[in-house]
């Protein structure tokens, strides 16, 4: 039983994390208690940052790993959010394959362990707060592509 307990311990501090981004992390943490996922304002600690979901998966492996932040994945919905810092939409602007999100948008995630309603986390929240630089992110995403319609739901 070391490794399930050992496994969960990976996930508690991203969890943790994640869930005091929300107003109400006991909400955060009951929505997750019963497989659901969990709306989490964007705001004072991070804005989303939404592309094509083929588009995050390609630009997270031209990405090393200390540079990653959390990458938010929705296989039914066919997206994926960057999580990356508040004043990151001027940077952005110009990248077509991505459009931020405004602050208070509600970010509906599931917790960094399993994957709930088709969410999962392609690079979980480590309970540190490392986001993905938005110029890290420009680069891989590089220019041109698709532009995220204005009506897509987080």
Same mark, same amino acid.
């Given at each position: 039983?070391a !490794?399930?307990? =050992?496994?969960?311990? /990976?996930?508690? @501090? +991203?969890d *943790? ?5 929300s ?10 208690d ?41 296989? !039914?919905?066919? =997206?994926?959010?960057? /999580?990356?810092? @508040? +004043?990151? *939409? ?14 208070s948008?509600p ?23 490392q ?24």
């Amino acid at each position: 039983m070391a !490794l399930p307990t =050992r496994l969960a311990g /990976l996930h508690e @501090a +991203g969890d *943790a994390w994640l869930a005091d981004c929300s107003p109400h992390p006991d909400l955060v943490r009951q929505a997750w208690d019963i497989d659901a996922l969990a709306p989490i304002p964007s705001g004072p600690r991070w804005l989303a940052a939404e592309c094509l979901l083929v588009v995050g998966m390609q630009a997270l492996s031209r990405i090393h790993g200390e540079h990653r932040g959390p990458l938010l994945a929705d296989s !039914l919905l066919d =997206r994926a959010w960057w /999580l990356v810092p @508040a +004043g990151a *939409a001027a940077e952005l602007s110009d990248v077509r394959a991505v459009a931020v999100r405004p602050a208070s948008t509600p970010l509906h995630c599931p917790p960094t362990g399993w994957q709930a309603c088709g969410r999962f986390w392609l690079h979980r929240p480590d309970g540190s707060g490392q986001l993905t630089d938005p110029a890290v992110v420009a680069a891989a995403l590089g220019p041109g592509g698709y532009r995220p319609s204005t009506e897509a739901s987080a």
